[in-house]
């Protein structure tokens, strides 16, 4: 899963007041809110490291993503795949170069 900019700066920003708050409490001595902030910074640095796969965010229209989701489910495949694959065949179709249409439709050497 990617996340966009703006959802990786919202959780740097919640790490951050989630650390700010541990250290508050912990100097004010109110181990409860300690165990408090220190999980919510534990989940919100899970969150940001299951978020930052290796895959990138590239926007697409609306009735793009539809197509996708619906020739997955069909398939029974995941919808990256399925963009990949086209997305080859579409590159394959520009350049003319057969191998990189083989590697597109997964039948690479």
């Given at each position: ?65 539809r ?14 795949d ?28």
């Amino acid at each position: 899963m990617c996340v966009s900019l703006f959802g990786r700066w919202l959780l740097a920003l919640m790490a951050l007041a989630s650390g700010v708050g541990v250290l508050d409490a912990a100097i004010g001595g109110q181990l409860d809110l300690v165990v408090l902030h220190s999980t919510v910074l534990s989940l919100t640095i899970a969150l940001a490291l299951h978020t930052a796969g290796p895959g990138r965010m590239v926007p697409i229209r609306g009735d793009l993503a539809r197509w996708l989701d619906q020739r997955a489910a069909g398939a029974g495949e995941r919808p990256a795949d399925v963009a990949n694959r086209a997305i080859g065949a579409y590159r394959a179709g520009l350049t003319g170069d057969a191998e990189v249409g083989r590697e597109a439709m997964g039948r690479s050497r």
